[in-house]
């Protein structure tokens, strides 16, 4: 506790929070809910890409990312290059100065050292960058709780996540391929810790029974146009998907399954409305999910899930019910390992609709069995993530950590 003599700690969260990605968010949610119950004195703020949404939704202060508000669109004329260019510098002093007038700065969870999904040096590695030098240079801990990383191709990304995870005063990674994915590019990981994916420490919500037959299939979509080293190809990679998930979803339809559409942002909106044109069946429609808890609540009601988002994956496993995972990177294999069903990755790059319904049918026909071994998977994956707490709190509220040692002392 603080008393009355002593100043607050003051913690900042940074991220792409508010922006429209449910799984961000829900990362955010999650280090917010540990905050609030082991360092209640803890004043927080955030400085992310969404301020006013995260402000109005979890309560507390926000500022802007970038200084720029067209920070993430392709500038091709002059002026549009030369505000971009000022803003780099503005966004140095901002950060500086927000990073300052904290003792703790949190990036909780999301894929911050990773370029599985088309990423460019100057946008969010060099924002990250900054505030771990930033943090560095003025003396306050930078962690990076939970994250995802892996190899990039791209130079000066690789050099900007390399530079950011060397200079954080504290790391864990939300996969062992994570980690070995910096050890590779030249980061010192020998105390760096891994643990389960933070969305796993959000409160799970009541499961359905199995609905009978026929019975609700979620299908979670995504604007998904490859990665970082896709851009070649990015619309056959795109089309691919597309034609692919739509001769699933009507395939599902022919047998009498009810289809629900799940998306894990904003910008998956034209995938999910490109299904329901081309399939046309009062069967299939959209849910309208603002959260994690949401997602939850959908997967929880379907008999299987089939779903390419990472997040949305997480949501599905966590309440329990057998997915089938459209891979588009190494962590979606590793997370289904984890949970025990890795037999059930899918390939997003190749869609193979004949394919996908053979291991669709396989997992179903497996259910029961399945459904057990992810109550089991899923308990052992809180007991982990209560480490990490134990661990963040001890890395950064060395205080905090004697205190509660003393107060549990006989």
Sequence with gaps: ????????????????????????????????????????????????????????????????????????????????????????????????????????????????????????PWGFPYALFLLCASGRLLRTRVALVGVGAAAIGNRPTRVLVRWSARLAAYRSYRDAQSRDAMRAMGVDTARDEVHPDLAFALPTPRASAPSGPPGLVCVGVMDFHGGNDDRARAEEIHRRYLDGTIRFVRALVEDGRPVRLLTGDKCDAPVVAAILDTVDSPLVTAAEAASLADLMKETAAADTVVAIRYHNLICALKVGTPTLALSYAAKSDALMAQMGLAAYCHPAREVDADRLLEQFRALEQRSPELRQTLTERNLAAAQRLEHQFTALTAALFPAADHAHALREAP
């Design 1 to 120: 506790m603080t008393s009355a003599d002593e100043t607050p700690v003051r913690v900042g969260v940074f991220g792409l929070l508010g922006s429209g990605n449910l799984g961000n968010d829900g990362s955010l949610e999650a280090v917010l809910g540990y905050l609030r119950a082991e360092h209640p004195e803890a004043v927080v703020d955030a400085l992310c890409g969404g301020p006013e949404v995260v402000a109005t939704r979890y309560g507390i202060p926000a500022r802007r990312l970038h200084w720029n508000r067209g920070e993430y669109r392709t500038a091709s004329r002059a002026g549009a290059i030369a505000t971009k260019g000022l803003g780099k510098l503005v966004d140095a002093v901002r950060t500086a100065a927000w990073v300052r007038r904290h003792n703790v700065v949190i990036v909780p969870g999301m894929g911050v050292l990773e370029a599985t999904l088309p990423l460019r």
